[in-house]
């Protein structure tokens, strides 16, 4: 005889299976992240691989959790229910304590980020390292500097230069440089600075990490109470399933009283 409410058996399963489409949906938003975010000669942006590594981690824990958990519903195995539950509160606390700082640091990530870029100009005096990731980022996003075309002084690199083609599409402006108080030929560089490009997609990382992080806060605090149910009900498998029963009061039930009918005299 089944220990475990059927109801609430189907119910767990159900929530497991969201669990582990979760997890599959996390390691897609770091494989989109990583491609997204990816930049040429493979350059560690602004902990760019440890995020990716993050979100790698916790979509694979969170399919494993949620297969322990189907199984542990499917078998009616209490071993199983009790690890997956103490995952779910392990987990709980951990999502908390990482959301909770990370939603309240989001606001001052610009202003980090946009002062440590501003140690690093004038790009042409830059080391080899940072040039080469600033000649990365041009080619692939189409900017030129990272707040300005200006941050190369008089030395434009290739890569911000436009083709015929953008130049036409208006995503592109002339320049003046010189050297050496000597007019140079006017460059066709583009118009767009890279920062706010790099920044668009940080902060895209970003958010994506703190809605998964509160989201498997709530899914866990949910697969908390329904485990703790089931453990509860294998280990007193005579009690009745109150939670899972209709209340008496939405029953149909006899009528309280019936109406008499005299008969007809003859």
């Known amino acids: ?13 159900i929530f497991n299976i969201i ?25 560690d942006l602004d902990g760019r691989t440890t995020g990716l590594i993050v979100l790698y981690v916790v979509g694979t824990i969170t399919m494993v959790i949620a297969i322990l958990g189907a199984y542990g519903a499917h078998k009616e195995n209490k071993v199983a ?14 999502m908390l304590r990482t959301g909770v700082p990370a939603a309240a640091a989001r606001p001052r ?70 050297y050496r108080s000597l007019l140079l030929p006017t460059k066709s560089v583009y118009i767009k600075s890279c920062f706010p490009i790099i920044m668009y997609y940080i902060l895209m990382v970003a958010d994506v990490m703190i809605g998964v992080v509160f989201t498997l806060a709530v899914l866990a605090l949910l697969g908390m109470i329904l485990s703790s149910i089931m453990i509860y ?34």
């Open 1 to 13: 005889m089944a220990k475990i409410n059927p109801c609430l058996k189907r119910t767990f399963t």
């Open 19 to 43: 669990f582990a489409i979760i997890g599959g949906f996390i390691i897609g938003l770091a494989l989109l992240s990583q491609v997204l975010t990816s930049v040429n000669g493979g350059n």
């Open 81 to 94: 229910l009790i690890v997956f539950l103490v995952c779910m509160v392990v987990g709980s606390l951990l």
């Open 109 to 178: 990530i610009r202003r980090v980020l946009e002062d440590k870029f501003h140690q690093l100009l004038p790009l042409d005096k830059a080391s080899e390292d940072v040039k080469d990731m600033a000649n990365a980022l041009q080619t692939q996003l189409h900017c030129c500097g990272l707040f300005s075309y200006e941050d190369w002084e008089q030395n434009i690199p290739d890569s911000c230069l436009c083709n015929d083609v953008e130049q036409s599409e208006g995503k592109c402006q002339n320049v003046q440089t010189s």
């Open 233 to 266: 009900q294998m280990r007193h498998p005579d009690t009745p399933a109150v939670l899972m029963t209709v209340p008496a009061i939405f029953t149909s039930g006899p009528p309280k009283y019936q109406e008499l009918h005299n008969p007809p005299a003859y």
